[in-house]
C-alpha cells in the first residue's frame, strides 16, 4: 500500500476530501444505474403476470373492477 | 450470417441470451471494479506534481471515455433502426441514453472536483468541458425527446435522428484539447508511439477503463431486458415468463 496508515489514506495529505467524494458520488451514480432497470424488469413482469391473470378469467377480473 | 440478424431481432432470443450473458458479466464487472479502484486508490504512488488529488483520475478518464463511445453504440442502433427498421435497435438506443447521461454526468462532476484542488477552480468553459456538457444534454435530450411522445415509433424514429445529428459533436470532444489548448491536456495515452503516463498509473488506469466498458455492457443489457419485457408484456413467451416468477 502507497500510504503509511488508514489515516493518511483518508487525509491524502489535504486532497481526501475531493478523492473521496468523487469517488462517493461516482458509486452513488454506478449503483443507480445498476439497480434501476432491475427494479423496472420486476415492475413489468408483475403487470404482465396480473394482465395475464385477468385474461384467463375475464368474469372475475370484471367482478372486482 | 443473416440467421444472427435474425436472432438478433427476436426480443425471446434476446433476452434469454443477454440474461446468460449477465449472470457472469455482472458480477466479473463489480468485482473488477471494486480492485480497480482500490488499486487506484491505495496501491498507485501519488502523481509528482498534482499529489493524490490525481487519483480521481480512475474514474473520470473511464466515465468520460466509455460516455463517448456509448454515443457511437447510440447513434449506430440509431441508424440500423432508421436504415432496417429494427425494433431491437430502436430498444438498444433508448437503453444507451440514461447510462450515456450517468456516465457523462460522472466525467463532469468528478472533473469538477479534480479542478478545485489542481486548478483552483471548480468549472471553465474550456472547450473539452463546454463539449462533454453538450454530450450530456443530448444524452438527457434523448431520454425526454422518448418521453414526450404518445406514439413509440414516432419517438424512436425522432430519437435516432437526434442521436445521428448529435454525432457532430464527438469529434469535437475529441479534438478540443488540441484546437482549443486550455486546461485540459493533450492525450497521455497513445496507440501509437509513446504514452507520456507512467506504466505504474497506466495499468491500473486502462484496467478501470476495461472495467467501465464491461459496466456499460452490463447496463445496456440490462435496461434492454426491461425494455422488451415492457413492450412485450401481452406476448405469451412474457406472460408465461412472468407467471412462472410470480
Known amino acids: ?52 391473470r385477468r385474461a384467463q378469467s375475464p368474469t372475475q377480473a370484471g367482478a372486482s373492477a | 450470417m443473416w440467421t444472427f440478424f435474425h436472432k438478433l431481432g427476436s426480443p425471446p432470443w434476446l433476452y434469454q441470451i443477454s440474461g446468460s450473458i449477465l449472470r457472469w458479466l455482472l ?3 463489480v ?3 471494486i480492485a480497480g479502484a482500490t488499486w487506484g486508490l491505495l496501491f498507485t504512488p501519488a502523481d509528482f506534481r498534482q499529489g493524490n488529488s490525481y487519483r480521481i483520475i480512475y474514474i473520470h478518464v473511464p466515465a468520460a471515455v466509455v460516455a463517448l463511445a456509448g ?9 440500423v433502426s432508421l436504415i ?7 430498444v438498444a438506443l433508448k437503453a444507451c441514453a440514461p447510462i450515456g447521461a450517468a456516465l457523462t454526468f460522472i466525467a463532469l462532476v468528478t472533473g469538477s472536483i479534480w479542478g478545485k484542488p489542481t486548478w483552483g477552480t471548480w468549472w471553465v468553459w474550456d472547450a473539452r468541458i463546454t463539449s462533454m456538457l453538450i454530450l450530456l444534454f443530448l444524452y438527457l435530450g434523448i431520454v425526454a425527446l422518448y418521453e414526450a411522445y404518445d406514439n413509440k415509433a414516432a419517438a424512436g424514429k425522432a430519437c435516432a435522428v437526434l442521436s ?29 508511439g509513446e504514452s507520456t503516463i507512467d506504466a505504474s498509473m497506466l495499468y491500473p488506469l486502462l484496467f ?18 426491461a425494455e422488451i419485457l415492457e413492450r412485450e408484456g401481452r ?4 406472460r408465461a415468463l412472468a407467471e412462472g416468477k410470480a
Not at chain 1, 12 to 30: C, E, P, Q, R, S
Not at chain 2, 71 to 78: E, K, L, S
Open chain 2, 71 to 79: 454515443y457511437y453504440v447510440m447513434a449506430i442502433a440509431g441508424a
Open chain 1, 1 to 52: 500500500m502507497y500510504f503509511d496508515s488508514l489515516e493518511a489514506a483518508i487525509q491524502m495529505d489535504g486532497h481526501g476530501v475531493f478523492v473521496w467524494a468523487a469517488y462517493a458520488i461516482t458509486v452513488a451514480v454506478l449503483a443507480l444505474i445498476l439497480i434501476a432497470p432491475r427494479r423496472r424488469a420486476r415492475r413489468a413482469l408483475r403487470h404482465a403476470a396480473a394482465q395475464a
Open chain 2, 31 to 33: 468485482i473488477a471494479l
Open chain 2, 208 to 225: 478501470m477503463i476495461i472495467s467501465f466498458y464491461a459496466l456499460f455492457a452490463c447496463c445496456l443489457l440490462m435496461n434492454m431486458r
Open chain 2, 27 to 29: 458480477p466479473m464487472t
Open chain 2, 164 to 192: 445521428l445529428v448529435g454525432t457532430v459533436n464527438i469529434p469535437i470532444i475529441y479534438k478540443s484539447v488540441d484546437w482549443w489548448y486550455s486546461l485540459h491536456q493533450p492525450a497521455s495515452i497513445k496507440f501509437t
Open chain 2, 84 to 90: 432496417w427498421k429494427m425494433k431491437m435497435a430502436d
Open chain 2, 235 to 238: 406476448t405469451t413467451w412474457v
